[in-house]
């Protein structure tokens, strides 16, 4: 019988720890994991929507600069077409994230729209560029909707990761 007694120990001992494995398992797939990927995924589109910006206040620089001649057409065209690929680069970002809780949800949609939407100013840019009859103004003002668009969601998108107080 005390033969048996490290045997009966050893299987407690392993029973115990495939329990606390179990355990620690179930609690790191709970609400608390969630919030922690939603956080993280949110960070990310954050990212995203900074890339997008930094894409839309080129563009108006391009524009400025074009506006008033110092800027070849080429060389702004050319800086605007970068600036189209790093905001549509933004979208498909943003588009293949995930994120479990619905707030986040709601944060990921706005600011994928708030992208999405800061894609046709640039692109009205090239074609502003490419000779289109619309002034300057008109490509100004619809680049700094969308930069506004793009401030309102990332303030969103922080204020669900509380990075920044509602």
């Known amino acids: 019988m005390t033969r048996d007694l490290p045997r009966r120990l050893r299987r407690a ?9 179990t355990a620690g398992a179930l609690v790191a797939c709970g609400p608390a994991a969630v919030r ?9 589109v954050s990212d995203h929507l900074d890339a ?25 065209d050319a800086t605007v077409a970068e600036a189209a690929e790093t905001a549509t680069g933004a979208v498909h970002g943003i588009g293949t994230l995930t994120v479990a809780g619905q707030d986040a ?9 708030a992208a999405s939407g800061a894609v046709g100013p640039i692109a009205a840019v090239r074609t502003w ?5 619309s002034a300057p103004d008109d490509v100004l003002r619809a680049l700094d909707d969308a930069a506004t668009a793009l401030d309102d969601a990332d303030r969103m998108v922080r204020r669900t990761t509380g990075e920044v107080a509602p």
């Open 13 to 21: 001992c392993a029973a115990v720890a495939a329990a606390c494995v």
């Open 36 to 44: 922690a990927d939603d956080v993280n995924a949110l960070r990310s």
């Open 52 to 76: 997008s910006a930094s894409a839309v206040a080129t563009a108006r620089l391009a524009v400025r600069a074009r506006a008033t001649g110092r800027l070849p057409s080429v060389t702004a």
């Open 105 to 113: 949800a709601g944060a990921r949609e706005k600011a994928l729209d």
């Open 129 to 133: 560029l490419g000779g289109s009859p």
